[in-house]
């Protein structure tokens, strides 16, 4: 088996990497020199790609996309065009422009894009009957500490990577869709910078989300935090119930990716995406709509 890490823009393709060597031979390609010194060095064996256009030559059984995203349309488009199998590291898309370039795009079956959470062994299996539940709320802890620093600053700039609204605010709505489905829009959005004042965006923000069913739903993000955690809280007229998602003693486990990669390779294995596009676009209009509202 043979795949493809076209890019390493942001961490989680160094995560993925050390899943996807115990099955597959990797071939990478990178923009940036640091970067991809820093995943060879990881990964020794690695076949190193001179362009995205000679790593899709390779051949490969599957590709993990993870390019800045204004670049993600042109290269997803590409992928496309070899037939394999697709997994873009979130979000596939963080502005309107980067939507509809995407709605252009022929994506089927083939293409998963997800937060890693919703594969995390404490939430995968979690399951709602949506007339009994009366509102719900996510809430997101990860700090952006790093970005205030001028790390990865297309991710920090609301035009480019959409910043903490879009890039941590996908978790929660990423798991609040899982559960309810994607007729969803969002109705209200706000963000502010409470700590790290040289962001180019906010650190924490919020959300209000209606669902069709009349479900009302809250994402909360606080991206000012001493650790990792996130939070779904079901709301019925008879109490609430939590489910938490933490790191615990294995991250790669316990936050989900491990779970992602294996349901990619399931569709390396043939299988359709987990996750419908008919989400991935629902998730990514909230999420767009709330950086053009916030």
Same mark, same amino acid.
């Given at each position: 088996m043979r795949i493809v890490l076209a890019g390493l823009a942001t961490s989680h393709p160094y995560t993925d990497a050390h899943t996807l060597a115990r099955h597959a031979e990797l071939v990478v390609w990178e923009q940036d020199p640091e970067r991809l010194r820093r995943f060879t060095d990881q990964h020794p064996t690695a076949k190193v790609a001179g362009s995205l256009g000679e790593a899709l030559a390779t051949g490969p059984d599957g590709v993990v996309l993870t390019v800045p995203n204004p670049q993600v349309p042109e290269a997803l488009d590409r992928v496309l065009e070899t037939g394999a199998p697709c997994f873009v590291n979130k979000p596939a898309a963080a502005s309107r422009v980067q939507l509809d370039a995407l709605d252009r795009l022929a994506i089927g079956d083939r293409v998963l894009s997800s937060s890693v959470l919703r594969f995390a062994p404490a939430f995968a299996g979690v399951r709602v009957d949506p007339g009994e539940v009366l509102a719900v709320r996510a809430t997101v802890r990860h700090d952006v500490g790093l970005w205030a %620093?001028? *790390?990865?600053?297309?991710? %920090?700039?609301?035009?480019?990577?959409? @910043?903490?609204?879009?890039?941590?605010?996908? =978790? @929660?709505?990423?798991? &609040?869709?899982?559960?309810? $489905?994607?007729?969803?829009?969002?109705? $209200?959005?706000?963000?502010?910078?409470? =700590? *790290?004042? $040289? &962001?180019?965006?906010?650190?924490? $923000?919020?959300m209000a989300l209606r669902w069709g069913s009349g479900v009302t739903g809250t994402v909360e993000i606080l991206g000012v935090s001493e650790g990792e955690a996130y939070t779904v809280t079901v709301h019925r007229r008879d109490g609430s119930e939590s489910i938490v998602i933490e790191s615990g003693d294995d991250p790669v486990k316990g936050l989900g990716y491990e779970g992602t990669i294996d349901a990619f390779l399931s569709m390396v294995r043939g299988a359709p995406s987990p996750v419908p596009w008919e989400q991935t676009r629902a998730i990514l209009d909230v999420l767009v709509t709330a950086r053009e509202v916030a």
């Amino acid at each position: 088996m043979r795949i493809v890490l076209a890019g390493l823009a942001t961490s989680h393709p160094y995560t993925d990497a050390h899943t996807l060597a115990r099955h597959a031979e990797l071939v990478v390609w990178e923009q940036d020199p640091e970067r991809l010194r820093r995943f060879t060095d990881q990964h020794p064996t690695a076949k190193v790609a001179g362009s995205l256009g000679e790593a899709l030559a390779t051949g490969p059984d599957g590709v993990v996309l993870t390019v800045p995203n204004p670049q993600v349309p042109e290269a997803l488009d590409r992928v496309l065009e070899t037939g394999a199998p697709c997994f873009v590291n979130k979000p596939a898309a963080a502005s309107r422009v980067q939507l509809d370039a995407l709605d252009r795009l022929a994506i089927g079956d083939r293409v998963l894009s997800s937060s890693v959470l919703r594969f995390a062994p404490a939430f995968a299996g979690v399951r709602v009957d949506p007339g009994e539940v009366l509102a719900v709320r996510a809430t997101v802890r990860h700090d952006v500490g790093l970005w205030a %620093d001028g *790390y990865n600053a297309w991710q %920090d700039t609301p035009g480019e990577g959409g @910043g903490t609204m879009v890039t941590m605010g996908i =978790h @929660g709505v990423e798991l &609040l869709v899982a559960l309810l $489905g994607p007729d969803v829009r969002l109705v $209200g959005a706000a963000g502010a910078k409470r =700590h *790290y004042q $040289g &962001l180019r965006s906010e650190d924490t $923000g919020v959300m209000a989300l209606r669902w069709g069913s009349g479900v009302t739903g809250t994402v909360e993000i606080l991206g000012v935090s001493e650790g990792e955690a996130y939070t779904v809280t079901v709301h019925r007229r008879d109490g609430s119930e939590s489910i938490v998602i933490e790191s615990g003693d294995d991250p790669v486990k316990g936050l989900g990716y491990e779970g992602t990669i294996d349901a990619f390779l399931s569709m390396v294995r043939g299988a359709p995406s987990p996750v419908p596009w008919e989400q991935t676009r629902a998730i990514l209009d909230v999420l767009v709509t709330a950086r053009e509202v916030a």
